[in-house]
């Protein structure tokens, strides 16, 4: 009689009106591709909602909230009873909500919300809320309303069907993954990189990476990580392309032509102009990176206009004005955080000069590149560079 | 591939491989039950102490399985601490030892032990005068590792074991000779020892599994509580196919350790030459000639240990780095810091570690590696 359904809520694709079928149509196609391997489910819109019902005995309903909260997109989801628009039916199955609930939490005291949608119905919200919080209240003698303060609330939707729950559990908000276009992010492994990809994606945006490995000044296990990093960001970019570009010649090049305190600069050009190389084969229309201003001797405003200079595509850097701990906080909600900070330091840092130029110029940037022999050293690692579909 | 990684872990025995594996599934009877399938696995588990124990020249009631060598050196040294502290609490060790002991001396050390280290010279030898003159009435344990895992420096334990039993008599001697075992002979009829510490998976033999010599009479204190298995020692499901493999890996390799040696120390000599012809003025052997054969330990110059490791793992060749490359101090091992090997080759020190299926046409190609290596990485 009754049935578990999980209901989707969305909020700002109203916003949209004009393309509103276009974001609705693409956050049902990801909503059907992340629960793919669940089991048989029907994804179904109706009303501004969506409805993910599941057909099969059993069904994971546990992992498929967990996989919901990370589409982009949906503002919130509950596991919902549905029964059919009939009030002693309605009453019978709020007596069975209830039961369920105060048999896993210590909960005391609630309160019924109803929401009418259905205004053929006989009884309006306010009579329905009374007459059903009574008849809870007969029947679970330990349970008290109280209106201001309650442990639960007891929703009730009176729609077509009829929608009974308790929890709204709240998810990752943003737009649709695939309606904002792609762009690539220079990913390496550290706590910033995947919290600004990460930022970029909740736009709508699919996100491409590009890492730079340097064996043997990098460790196998460096590149390890990157891969997880981006099998972590993937469960909420639907997937990702990672492309990992062999760097050791350039940075070898690089020391050995340019001076000590321009390395990092010239090789942060070199990474970008790759980058932009790779997002431009692929459509992508914009760069990521995880700088913030002053955060190391790289990414201090000059530097910044040094390494912009490089690419002509427009570089995103979500978090430029943020500072450590509130991209820490994100990298641990989005589950990042555990794997960036994995001891896998690379002799990379064999590559850093003691005293690296905070304030460079440009002129001289251009100068001391002009020795390296760029476009033979970029097509060749642009010719290496390995694919890996996430 | 190229694997000279031999003292972090070895490739088990192909017969060992199979004996584990038939016994596993054939023979999983538990040997402490009471039931007759018990009782088979029991027989297996008594035959391979009586054959472990053989190779040690010790009584088979002296041999208590462990789940391997970290856990038979924390039971030691925990254990006898433990056991003996109303007789004092000073401790002696070397600075040089495996974590497993340099972690447990310092758990006692914050229960309020006194742990005093001997010093080490240049080639990482401790001076018996030294132990001497430092063992004190109340001395309750003194631990040495024969071998080192590190350069393969061999400790003089048979000359420490008398000075310790001339002194104090009652001061407990351990030996880890995890290193050691199936490489260099062991006789605990003249080596004075009261307990001594073995692995496994480094002589061939499958991980997860070790084992203690206790000798008669030495008082030590379980650390693990349970059923009681072990004769009150060691409690826990005993592993009967992984000791059963022990035992063939053991018997194999004690049988055949001088070939193994002979063997090695070709491979050993060849890959010393070659880096001295190729590069005579970038290496430094920190290895005593006199150390074990299977182990050796060079710092190259101006070259990251950690790169190196890296760029031979790109020829398929496996060996270890004595330090880890990172910004961050302390990164070079206890070892090479206790040695006072200075700091320009401190931070190119590689630990080759071979065995007796290894071949000097491989030390050979690892040594030409090693050149292209320092031509192309030195920054």
Known sequence: ????????????????????????????????????????????????????????????????????????????????????????????????????????????????????????????????????????????????????NPDFILYIEVRESTYLYSEIIPAAKGLPTGTGGRATLLLSGGIDSPVAGWMIAKRGVEVDAVYFHSPPYTSERAREKVIRLCEILSEWTMGMRLYVVPFTEIQMAIHQKCPQEYLTIIMRRYMMKIAEQIAQNDGSLALITGEAIGQVA????????????????????????????????????????????????????????????????????????????????????????????? | ????????????????????????????????????????????????????????????????????????INFAIKGSAEALKRSGKHILSTPIEHPAALESLKVLENMGYEVEMLSVDGKGFIDTGELKKKLRKDTILVNIMMVNNETGVIQ???????????????????????????????????????????????????????????????????????????????????????????????VKKVGQMDQDNRNIIMVRERLISELKKRMPDRIRINSPEDGLPGILSVSFSSVKSEVILH?????????????????????????????????????????????GENTEDEAETCAKVLEDIMNTFTL
């Open chain 1, 1 to 148: 009689m009754s049935e578990k359904v999980i209901l989707v809520r969305y909020e700002e694709i109203f916003l949209k009106r004009s393309n509103r079928n276009m974001f609705e149509n693409r956050l049902i196609r990801n909503i059907r591709q992340r629960l793919d391997n669940l089991g048989d489910v029907r994804v179904t819109c109706s009303q501004s909602r969506i409805y993910v019902e599941c057909r099969d005995e059993d069904f994971d309903l546990t992992e498929a909230v967990e996989r919901l909260k990370k589409v982009f997109g949906i503002a919130s989801v509950s596991i919902v009873s549905r029964v059919p628009t009939d009030y002693e039916t309605i009453k019978a199955s709020a007596v069975g909500v209830v039961a369920d609930l105060i048999s896993r939490y210590e909960y005391k005291s609630f309160k019924v919300e109803t929401k009418r949608a259905d205004k053929s119905f006989p009884m309006n919200s306010p009579q329905i809320s009374a007459d059903v919080g009574a008849h809870i209240l007969k029947n679970f003698p330990s349970l008290k309303v109280d209106v201001k």
């Open chain 1, 298 to 390: 790289s990414q201090t405003m000059e530097s910044m206009l040094v390494t912009n200079s490089a690419v002509t595509l427009p570089v995103y850097r979500p978090l430029i004005g943020m500072d450590k701990n509130e991209v820490v906080n994100i990298a641990k909600h989005i589950g990042t955080y555990d794997t960036s900070i994995l001891p896998y330091e690379d002799c990379c840092t064999l590559f850093v000069a003691r005293h690296p130029a905070t304030r460079p110029s440009l002129e001289k940037t251009l100068d001391f590149e002009s020795v390296l022999d760029e476009e033979q050293m970029i097509a060749k690692a642009m010719e290496q560079a390995e694919t890996i579909i996430i």
């Open chain 2, 1 to 72: 591939m190229i694997y000279f990684d031999n003292s972090a872990t070895t490739r088990p025995y192909k017969e060992v491989v199979d004996l584990v594996a038939k016994l596993s599934w054939e023979e999983f009877g538990n040997p402490a039950s009471l039931h007759s399938f018990g009782i088979r696995a029991e027989r297996i588990l008594e035959q391979s102490r009586k054959q472990l124990a053989d190779t040690i020249k010790a009584d088979p009631e002296e041999i208590i399985f462990t789940s391997g060598g970290t856990e038979a």
């Open chain 2, 156 to 250: 003089p334990v048979e000359e420490a074991g008398h000075i310790i039993k001339a002194g104090n008599p009652g001061t407990v001697f351990h030996v880890d000779a995890v290193q050691a075992y199936g490489k260099l002979p062991i006789d605990m009829r003249r080596l004075k020892a009261d307990i001594m510490s073995f692995s496994a998976h480094k002589i061939h033999g499958p991980r997860g599994v070790g084992m203690m010599y206790l000798r008669n009479g030495t008082k030590i204190r379980p650390i693990m509580s349970g059923g009681g298995q072990e004769k009150q020692y060691r409690s826990g499901t005993v592993n009967v196919p992984g000791i059963a493999g022990f035992a063939c890996a053991a």
């Open chain 2, 311 to 355: 760029a031979l793992e790109l020829s398929e060749i496996y060996v270890s780095s004595g330090s880890a490359c990172s910004a961050k101090k302390n990164s070079i091992s206890h070892v090479i810091k206790a040695m006072n090997i200075p700091a320009p080759w401190s931070d190119g020190t590689i630990r080759f570690s071979f065995c």
